[in-house]
């Protein structure tokens, strides 16, 4: 399946109450509905998704670089319910009114922190991250994710020192190839998804690896937030196919289990680059369950 990945329409930098910045990447009408997009690990603002149809759908595509990369602020010590702070103030300096989220892989739990939060309206998680150390996990994850859990738990401040020394773009790029099945590997070597794909982690990386560092200490440790205390509706997008260990074990089971608003939605022949394979399903069906108004086709 050919996937196309267009460069944003509009960059920026907006400031936050203590002085950083975040970084900023737009597609779609100014005026339309705004999607604010969680990237996944290792990645910056300069890959979005859907873009061939947000003009379609009404749809302002908003991505987003966490603290420490791309273009944002460094932000030590930073928290997920620090970052559901930094969406609040860059949603009314931005006139993002009436906000959804998109998560996609280790986003997710940036995107599930909005939600809880009351900054979003609604979520949608794609081929997401689960709360890898809660205790439904303790025998499901692969042994190099059990390691690197234990790891945070045991000492958060060495474990954010290793990732920073084993993580750089290419080393992380070879693990996705690698672990991908060939219907997603036929769509991450597509030469205009990979060149996309890997600009967005150079960006990534561009202030060093401690952003993408403290992203992973945060991913691997325990949530702030209690996912039963997400009252907006939340769609859960996974692949069959899926083979990534850090994604849910179980293809969002658990999660759609302990939030009361989600909606499992498991794509039998998918796999885990479905945000970009069913982008238009996914944000018709968030357009859907949050506004309720859904463009023709």
Do not use: K
């Given at each position: 399946?050919?996937?196309?990945?267009?460069?944003?329409?509009?960059?920026?930098?907006?400031?936050?109450?203590?002085?950083?910045l975040?970084?900023?990447?737009?597609?779609?009408?100014?005026?339309?509905?705004?999607?604010?997009?969680?990237?996944?690990?290792?990645?910056?603002?300069?890959?979005?998704?859907?873009?061939?149809?947000v003009?379609?759908?009404?749809?302002?595509?908003?991505?987003?670089?966490?603290?420490?990369?791309?273009?944002?602020?460094?932000?030590?010590?930073?928290?997920?319910?620090?970052w559901?702070?930094?969406?609040?103030?860059?949603?009314?300096?931005r006139?993002?009114e009436?906000?959804?989220?998109?998560?996609?892989?280790?986003?997710?739990?940036?995107?599930?922190?909005?939600?809880?939060?009351?900054?979003a309206?609604?979520?949608?998680?794609?081929?997401?991250g689960?709360?890898?150390?809660?205790?439904?996990?303790?025998?499901?994850?692969?042994?190099?994710?059990?390691?690197?859990?234990?790891?945070?738990a045991?000492?958060?401040?060495?474990a954010?020192?290793?990732?920073?020394?084993?993580?750089?773009?290419?080393?992380?790029?070879?693990?996705?190839?690698?672990?991908?099945?060939?219907?997603?590997?036929?769509?991450?070597?597509?030469?205009?998804?990979?060149?996309?794909?890997?600009?967005?982690?150079?960006?990534?990386?561009?202030?060093?690896?401690?952003?993408?560092?403290?992203?992973?200490?945060?991913?691997?440790?325990?949530?702030?937030?209690?996912?039963?205390?997400?009252?907006?509706?939340?769609?859960?997008?996974?692949?069959?196919?899926?083979?990534?260990?850090?994604?849910?074990?179980?293809?969002?089971?658990?999660?759609?289990?302990?939030?009361?608003?989600?909606?499992?939605h498991?794509?039998?022949?998918?796999?885990?680059?479905?945000?970009?394979?069913?982008?238009?399903?996914?944000?018709?069906?968030?357009?859907?369950?949050?506004?309720?108004?859904?463009?023709?086709?």
């Amino acid at each position: 399946m050919q996937v196309n990945v267009e460069d944003p329409v509009r960059l920026g930098e907006s400031g936050l109450p203590d002085g950083r910045l975040l970084g900023w990447a737009e597609w779609g009408p100014q005026d339309g509905s705004p999607v604010l997009l969680c990237p996944g690990a290792a990645t910056s603002r300069w890959l979005g998704f859907g873009t061939d149809v947000v003009d379609a759908l009404g749809v302002r595509l908003v991505s987003v670089d966490r603290p420490g990369l791309g273009a944002s602020g460094p932000a030590p010590g930073r928290t997920l319910d620090g970052w559901a702070d930094d969406i609040r103030h860059l949603a009314a300096a931005r006139g993002l009114e009436g906000l959804t989220v998109v998560g996609f892989s280790q986003g997710a739990p940036y995107a599930l922190a909005c939600a809880a939060a009351g900054v979003a309206v609604g979520a949608a998680i794609v081929s997401g991250g689960d709360e890898l150390a809660a205790p439904e996990f303790a025998d499901a994850l692969e042994p190099e994710v059990r390691f690197l859990v234990d790891s945070v738990a045991a000492d958060p401040a060495r474990a954010e020192a290793s990732f920073a020394g084993f993580g750089s773009p290419d080393a992380l790029w070879e693990m996705i190839i690698a672990g991908s099945p060939g219907l997603d590997r036929e769509v991450y070597l597509q030469p205009s998804f990979e060149r996309a794909f890997r600009r967005a982690m150079d960006e990534a990386f561009s202030q060093g690896p401690a952003g993408y560092a403290r992203d992973t200490v945060l991913a691997m440790g325990r949530w702030p937030f209690d996912p039963a205390g997400i009252t907006v509706p939340v769609d859960l997008w996974y692949g069959r196919q899926d083979t990534s260990t850090v994604h849910s074990p179980d293809h969002g089971a658990t999660l759609a289990g302990r939030i009361p608003s989600a909606c499992r939605h498991l794509v039998p022949d998918a796999g885990g680059a479905l945000l970009w394979t069913h982008a238009e399903e996914i944000l018709r069906t968030l357009l859907r369950h949050t506004t309720g108004i859904v463009p023709a086709d």
